[in-house]
């Protein structure tokens, strides 16, 4: 199968650290991406990984073990907008498969 | 340089009827795939298109088809649709299959009465 487990919610405060981890199945995997999505909105592209290490944007980093089947979304000086759904999606081949997403809420 | 255009944004069909969705990538880009997504299923692979040829498909019933021209657009059609097929369709744009970043567009929202 090519399941993508990542948990389904999690809670932070305003200003604080917070990660997002995402698991898959590594046979035939090429690159694991991170997604934005607001309710009621299509979902924005955070960031792709290919290779092992971490990739940094501003105030998002991912982070990427293809041996481990493991990725991690973090994000710092967490603000109010922050608060949505992360989807962790992992290609094989052609297609995307996505986990359930991860909705996280940010608190003052 | 402009990103992924979905028309049209929505849409009320009737059980029974036909919908065709259309979606332009972004420039450049030769790879379109289909996503459905529900509040219980979320984000589920339909399929994928590159170089006007299905790459890749999706556990979907045949009601569910596409095709894409030679400038890359693509379209989705659903045929006989049920009240189930109400969803927000999106597509991605890559640069080819299985290669690259992919970019969503805004969907388009189907509701079936």
């Known amino acids: 199968g090519q399941n993508i487990d990542q948990p389904t919610e999690m809670t932070a405060t305003e200003g604080a650290i917070v990660q997002i981890n995402c698991t898959y199945q590594t046979s035939g995997f090429n690159g694991l991406f991170w997604y934005q999505q607001h309710a009621g909105e299509a979902p924005t592209f955070l960031s792709y990984n290919v290779l092992d290490g971490l990739e940094e944007k501003g105030r998002f980093s991912s982070f990427l073990s293809r041996s481990k089947g493991y990725s991690y979304l973090l994000l710092k000086e967490l603000q109010m907008k922050d608060s949505a759904s992360y989807l962790c999606a992992a290609r094989w081949g052609g297609k995307l498969i996505f986990g359930q997403g991860t909705t996280l809420q940010v608190k003052p | 340089k402009a990103g992924v255009t979905q028309t049209p944004r929505y849409l009320i069909k009737t059980r029974g009827q036909q919908v065709t969705l259309s979606c332009s990538p972004i420039s450049g880009h030769r790879s379109v795939s289909w996503y459905q997504q529900t509040p219980g299923q979320g984000l589920q692979f339909l399929f994928e298109?590159?170089?006007?040829?299905?790459?890749n498909k999706g556990n979907f019933p045949g009601r569910f088809s596409g095709r894409q021209f030679s400038n890359s657009r693509s379209e989705m059609n659903v045929s006989t649709l049920e009240l189930g097929d109400s969803a927000l369709y999106l597509c991605?744009?890559?640069?080819?299959?299985?290669?690259?970043?992919?970019?969503f567009g805004q969907g388009t929202r189907l509701t079936v009465v």
């Open positions: 991605a744009s890559s640069p080819a299959t299985g290669v690259g970043e992919a970019f």
């Open positions: 298109y590159f170089s006007e040829t299905q790459r």
